[in-house]
């Protein structure tokens, strides 16, 4: 069976807010103020293309390894504390595919202790995890969707992105795979748009990779 690549945060969940909440108390504490408009500049970014930025380009590796852990620590404290759901649409893919045999992970460029608390939390039947710590390279690199197919065990032309970013359907392309774009904010260049999951057609993923 074919199998189908998610990203994380804006596809699966909404937690923008929780990130911005976390990013904004743990640069005041480095005493470097960001302004929200810094933050959307760099979300869904890894946390060490995002320091240099904010830091200075002299920021020490290990400043910013440390920087960035302490960011992660307080999204997941912020996360566990004020909960979080699936966006529309999200549970009710995941569990149709699923149930058709479909073999599915998690593809995010998010740190893997965020994405194994968001995966307790929704306690959704994934195959796989691949996180920011399995590659070397972020999106529009296509280095985390070929090593989610990898692990897979499945060929690029089976499977099947999941995003809500350009940069995640151009990875997606670079990669040789079919792309489904989800957004209210940009208009994707995806094979399948829509603005919700909850929007998608009842047979987008069979027609782009038929089983």
């Known amino acids: 069976m074919p199998a189908a690549l998610w990203d994380m945060d804006g596809t699966l969940i909404d937690s923008e807010d929780y990130h911005w909440r976390a990013w904004r108390e743990t640069m005041e504490r480095e005493g470097v103020p960001i302004t929200h408009e810094h933050f959307l500049s760099t979300f869904g970014q890894r946390n060490d293309a995002i320091l240099p930025h904010?830091?200075?380009?002299?920021?020490?590796?290990?400043?910013?390894?440390?920087?960035?852990?302490?960011?992660?620590?307080?999204?997941?404290?912020?996360?566990r504390s004020g909960g979080i759901a699936p966006l529309p649409g999200a549970a009710e893919w995941v569990a149709r595919l699923h149930e058709l045999g479909w073999r599915q992970a998690i593809a995010s460029s998010a740190p893997r202790l965020n994405v194994q608390a968001?995966?307790?939390?929704?306690?959704?039947?994934?195959?796989?995890i691949i996180a920011a710590e399995d590659v070397r390279h972020g999106k529009p690199d296509p280095e985390v969707f070929l090593t989610a197919a990898a692990r897979l065990g499945m060929p690029?032309?089976?499977?099947?992105?999941?995003?809500?970013?350009?940069?995640?359907?151009?990875?997606?392309?670079?990669?040789?795979?079919?792309?489904?774009?989800?957004?209210?904010k940009n208009t994707l260049a995806a094979d399948i748009f829509a603005p919700t999951l909850a929007d998608v057609p009842a047979d987008a993923f069979s027609r782009l990779v038929p089983a």
């Open 54 to 79: 904010w830091l200075g380009a002299a920021a020490s590796a290990e400043r910013i390894q440390r920087v960035g852990d302490a960011k992660e620590a307080l999204y997941r404290d912020l996360v």
């Open 118 to 128: 968001i995966v307790d939390m929704l306690k959704l039947p994934f195959d796989l």
């Open 156 to 184: 690029s032309t089976q499977c099947v992105v999941v995003e809500d970013a350009p940069a995640g359907v151009e990875a997606a392309r670079r990669g040789g795979m079919r792309s489904i774009g989800v957004s209210r």
